[in-house]
């Protein structure tokens, strides 16, 4: 997996088909599943669709086959499917929201951990959900997603700057300035105390927050920013 985490996924390919192949062979169901996960992830990162969107159909059916519905472990390889193939060109946004929406609904019945076991597959529904431009719904979805991160991360986590910023990049979309700005700012916090000034997420943060402003009239202000 180390490969992966370096930004390697050409060079992980091969030792994960090879690992996949050695697990198919003892049908050790869980490493195949945990193992179609990474190389999905892989193939993503790689532009090559069709290959990862075939791998993950492979692992929901075999989630679906060893575990049966609802369970946990499905409603992961759901999330897998919905989320990770929809940001590469052709795939269908009305699958992937479906199939997340059935995965929040599945980790609903089988929760054990007060509500966060579900932040994944609510955050990949509120990406698609903007992505088709249904801003109402993805702006209900981060809702109900805050105070879930909140209780993951806590309220001062680098984490919670990347969520806060698509969230406030669906109320832009609403014209809700004034709480797309104050989210901003929590944001612009964070990353400085976590990242430092001189990080390139806090210049697109700041750029963010300055075309808000301008939007808001508050000239000054975003011009000091944008310089």
Not at 69 to 86: D, F, I
Request: charged residues 25%; positive net charge.
């Amino acid at each position: 997996g180390s490969l992966l985490d370096f930004r390697k996924p050409g060079e992980a390919e091969a030792p994960l088909r090879q690992a996949l192949a050695i697990y198919r062979k003892h049908d050790s169901t869980d490493r195949m599943v945990y193992t179609m996960g990474r190389l999905a992830s892989a193939l993503a990162y790689l532009g090559r669709a069709d290959e990862c969107e075939a791998v993950l159909r492979e692992r929901l059916a075999l989630a679906k086959s060893r575990w049966g519905e609802p369970s946990p472990q499905v409603a992961n390889a759901m999330v897998g499917l919905g989320y990770t193939p929809h940001r590469l060109p052709g795939r269908s946004l009305a699958e992937a929201e479906e199939l997340l929406r059935a995965a929040v609904q599945m980790f609903r019945k089988v929760d054990t951990s007060g509500g966060t076991s579900a932040t994944g597959a609510l955050n990949g529904l509120a990406l698609v959900l903007a992505n088709e431009r249904k801003y109402a719904e993805a702006e209900a979805t981060y809702r109900e997603l805050l105070p879930l991160w909140r209780k993951k991360f806590g309220r001062e986590h680098p984490d919670l700057a990347v969520g806060l910023g698509n969230f406030a990049m669906v109320l832009r979309a609403q014209g809700k300035l004034a709480e797309a700005e104050s989210i901003c700012r929590e944001i612009v916090l964070l990353q400085r105390k976590y990242l430092g000034d001189a990080h390139p997420r806090l210049a697109t943060s700041l750029v963010f927050l300055g075309n808000i402003l301008t939007m808001r009239g508050q000239l000054t202000e975003a011009e000091a920013l944008l310089r």
